[in-house]
């Protein structure tokens, strides 16, 4: 069997637009989780809130599913609610953003010190919206233990999977990901579990796939960003050579800047766009600190084509 791959939700990064562009241009994905939404106002199906899940601006070939962060159980049913309104048959809760200003908050991985009420919400939730509910989780917001002390009493509750980052909130993406504490936490639930954390190349994969044989299923996040071929190396879907994999990252990257020259508006809204998504891609290139560096520097977008259009007819050495 092939792994099921999921593609995690990076706020900024992997909204409508990006997923509609490597869609067209790559195979792999299953299903994506789509950026969290948070606003209470949302009102009805219509709220330009909802505009990165609106059905007819998402034409991915892989399953979407939008994401709710809330500790606020009228906005967590009202929001379902919209969403299957929408035809989204199923919606994540986010209890795994690691932001301070989230968690300080007592939302996404801070939550997660709250046993109880997490519990209590989806008592009150889950019989009251249409869909079926995921989890979105980290080890814990401050304290590795939290989930651990979570898992065994979401086992009533008919939660589709559970989507689990072994590393606290409070960590952020430092240190590396703790597998034991994983490994624990898979005999805690009865639950299908989705792992995600520095999936970053075909070899770590195959690392974690045989250190964890029950795992059939992955989400992949920043290591999916900065190599867009991973997912499918893992499904073994192409294999391209070299010079290829330039010329497809140079289509990638122009259908890209093309989609959001039309969704943006104005250059400056554009040119930042671009330098956020290259933090991602510098990383895959021999200097790509050094094209990093130019692009932030670059103020306009006649600047930033000639720029980029000459780094990429250099033939940059991969590192992907």
């Known amino acids: 069997m092939k792994p099921i791959l999921y593609m995690a939700p990076i706020q900024g990064i992997t909204n409508c637009v990006y997923r509609n562009v490597y869609s067209r241009l790559f195979d792999g994905y299953d299903f994506a989780i789509a950026p969290f939404i948070r606003n209470s106002n949302v009102g009805s199906a219509k709220s330009k809130i909802l505009r990165d899940i609106f059905v007819a601006r998402n034409s991915a070939d892989f399953e979407l599913i939008p994401q709710i962060l809330s500790k606020s159980e009228e906005d967590f049913i009202s929001l379902s609610k919209i969403m299957f309104e929408l035809g989204y048959k199923t919606v994540n809760w986010n209890l795994g953003c690691p932001h301070k200003r989230i968690r300080s908050k007592n939302r996404g991985s801070g939550l997660l010190s709250e046993p109880g009420t997490v519990v209590e919400i989806l008592n009150n939730v889950i019989t009251k919206i249409p869909n079926e509910v995921s989890l979105k989780v980290r080890l814990g917001g401050e304290d590795n233990s939290e989930l651990r002390n979570l898992l065994p009493r979401l086992d009533?509750?008919?939660?589709?999977?559970?989507?689990?980052?072994?590393?606290?909130?409070?960590?952020?993406y430092s240190g590396g990901v703790d597998i034991p504490a994983f490994e624990e936490c898979l005999s805690l639930t009865k639950h299908t579990v989705v792992y995600?954390?520095?999936?970053?190349?075909?070899?770590?994969?195959?690392?974690?796939?045989?250190r964890l044989p029950t795992i059939s299923m992955w989400m992949i996040g920043r290591g999916g960003i900065t190599n867009p071929f991973l997912p499918e190396r893992i499904k073994n879907v192409?294999?391209?050579?070299?010079?290829?994999?330039?010329?497809?990252?140079?289509?990638?990257?122009n259908e890209l800047f093309d989609a959001y020259q039309k969704e943006l508006s104005g250059p400056a809204h554009i040119i930042a766009k671009m330098k956020e998504m290259w933090r991602y891609w510098s990383m895959a290139f021999e200097g790509g600190d050094r094209v990093l560096k130019s692009v932030s520097r670059t103020k306009n977008v006649n600047q930033y084509t000639a720029m980029v259009e000459k780094f990429f007819s250099g033939k940059p050495e991969l590192l992907i």
């Open 196 to 210: 995600n954390g520095d999936i970053d190349s075909l070899e770590t994969f195959k690392r974690l796939a045989d």
């Open 238 to 253: 192409k294999t391209d050579a070299n010079a290829k994999i330039i010329e497809r990252f140079t289509e990638f990257h």
């Open 156 to 172: 009533d509750f008919p939660l589709k999977n559970i989507i689990i980052h072994p590393r606290t909130g409070s960590q952020m």
